[in-house]
């Protein structure tokens, strides 16, 4: 049973150039969470997309959105790239919609580097 | 808001030592308390879960007891090993809610 995957593993990106990063959710589970996590720090929670909706935001610009598609997986785009984008960004997914408490389980996250 | 203090490391124990790793909480309501794991150049696992004050979470000889008197969640070992080097983050879902607000992380240095 695949857990969650995500793709690319690693990107380099120039400041002011646009990326799309892609995960795959865990079978069975239907909500996404994206997170971002700059080194030495826990993660930021970005936003999270259920029934191809987003649901919740954190304190993230609109530079960041996303999309889910209608078999759960989903994208996070990012526009006019900063330096201050660089850093692991992880895919959490999970079962049951978003008031439930069920536990996120993660991909091993997409490390992005601008130049 | 919610928010998740953890105490800072490294920490650094001889393979069979006691581990006991800080956290504390502030939320409103009934939060969800977790504790997750990240090996290096790896995502996060999660360790232990509780849903309810004095719950105590247990996985892989880890213990955690969801303490709301003193809003804490403290992460326990009774022996490590050189393995369970890793950085360790205490998380928190506030009422009803799935979103994650996690700790800073504590690096966990285990040596033979």
């Known amino acids: 049973d695949a857990g969650v995957t995500q793709s690319p593993t690693h990107l380099i990106k120039t400041r002011g150039q646009q990326v799309t990063l892609r995960c795959s959710p865990k079978?069975?589970?239907?909500?996404v969470s994206w997170y971002q996590q700059a080194l030495g720090q826990g993660p930021q929670f970005i936003f999270q997309?259920?029934?191809?909706?987003?649901?919740q935001r954190g304190n993230f610009p609109d530079r960041f959105s996303g999309h889910q598609f209608p078999n759960y997986s989903s994208e996070l785009n990012v526009n006019a790239l900063l330096l201050g984008d660089s850093a692991l960004y992880l895919c959490?997914?999970?079962?049951?919609?978003?008031?439930?408490?069920?536990?996120?389980?993660f991909g091993d996250g997409t490390r992005l580097s601008i130049l | 808001g919610n928010s998740v203090t953890q105490m800072e490391g490294p920490v650094t124990l001889s393979e069979e030592a006691f581990l006991t790793i800080n956290c504390t909480y502030t939320a409103t309501g009934y939060p969800s308390l977790f504790w997750y794991v990240q090996y290096p150049g790896e995502g996060l696992q999660l360790l232990l879960k509780?849903?309810?004050?004095?719950d105590k979470g247990s996985n892989k000889g880890f213990e955690a007891t969801y303490r709301k008197e003193t809003t804490s969640f403290h992460l326990e070992k009774g022996s490590v090993q050189v393995s369970d080097s890793a950085v360790y983050f205490c998380a928190l879902t506030g009422t009803g809610f799935q979103k994650l607000v996690f700790g800073t992380g504590t690096r966990l240095l285990v040596s033979p």
């Open positions: 997309y259920y029934e191809e909706e987003e649901r």
């Open positions: 959490a997914s999970s079962s049951a919609g978003i008031r439930s408490n069920q536990p996120q389980h």
């Open positions: 079978s069975g589970h239907d909500t």
């Open positions: 509780a849903t309810k004050a004095d």
